[in-house]
């Protein structure tokens, strides 16, 4: 049970933000800059509640399907919704005007509909690009080397505004093995700023998870990502 067996999704929440502030401050960071998205797959309305009053009000969800009656449902609460999984092309339309943030723009397909749809539906929808840094074949993302080249031709896009990176590192038992990644990722997130690209903003980084937060902070993680260490083991 992740060791969190009794403790309220009150009490997590504290923790993880005392655990945000710590990092953030030991690396010289204004603890301001750093905010947690509650990831909320397979969890209830009721949990996603609890944690709502105890304080979260950034939201990320990975399904469509899913994350459609979860916004409903909570439709009276201050929350902001992120989109954070893999999202298809056919999907987009379903989701414009939902979700503050999309993390997880792979590919500049996926940009080019993000754009049209938002056009079409006449808002602005921010961004943020998703990095392949592990390099693996099984994982989504835009390969490293090619980004700032193709940055350059999505920014163009006027209906899609380019906030930042987000990258899902590979799995690592130590969450110290995941931070030559989160530096990988920051480093490129510079690369990027450092050609000024009109349109182009590299002020957010998406990166750590439960296992690995407080190291992704410690890099400059502007957004982390955390669900098992606020609801506990996901058993699907
Ligand atoms: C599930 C998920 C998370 C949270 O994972 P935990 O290990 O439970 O904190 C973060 N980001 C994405 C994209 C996810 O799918």
């Known amino acids: 049970m992740n060791g969190f067996t009794g403790e309220s999704i009150a009490v997590r929440v504290r923790g993880v933000l005392s655990n945000i502030r710590a990092a953030a401050e030991k690396s010289g960071r204004d603890p301001s800059r750093v905010q947690l998205i509650a990831a909320t797959k397979t969890v209830s309305v009721e949990r ?4 709502v009053d105890a304080g979260l ?47 997880s723009v792979d590919s500049v397909e996926l940009a080019h509909e993000i754009d049209r749809r938002a056009g079409e539906a006449g808002l602005v929808q921010e961004v943020l690009l998703e990095v392949n840094v592990g390099g ?21 896009l006027t209906h899609l505004r380019i906030k930042g990176l987000m990258a899902i590192p590979p ?19 510079q690369a990027v700023a450092a050609e000024t690209i009109p349109g182009v903003m590299m002020d957010e980084l998406s990166m750590g998870m439960s296992n690995d937060y407080a ?3 410690e890099e400059g993680a502007t957004l982390v990502r955390v669900g098992s260490a606020i609801f506990g083991a996901r058993h699907v």
């Open 215 to 217: 190291v992704a902070v």
């Open 171 to 189: 799995p690592t038992v130590e969450a110290e093995s995941a931070r030559p990644y989160f530096i990988q990722i920051r480093e490129l997130a």
């Open 57 to 103: 009000s950034l939201l990320g969800e990975n399904r469509v399907q899913e994350a459609l009656p979860k916004i409903e449902a909570l439709a009276r609460t201050q929350v902001r919704w992120h989109f954070i999984g893999q999202l298809q092309r056919r999907k987009v339309r379903s989701i414009i005007g939902l979700f503050h943030l999309i993390h």
């Open 136 to 156: 693996e074949s099984t994982k989504a993302g835009f390969r490293p080397d090619d980004l700032v080249h193709l940055v350059a031709t999505m920014a163009p």
């Open 48 to 51: 996603i509640r609890e944690g």
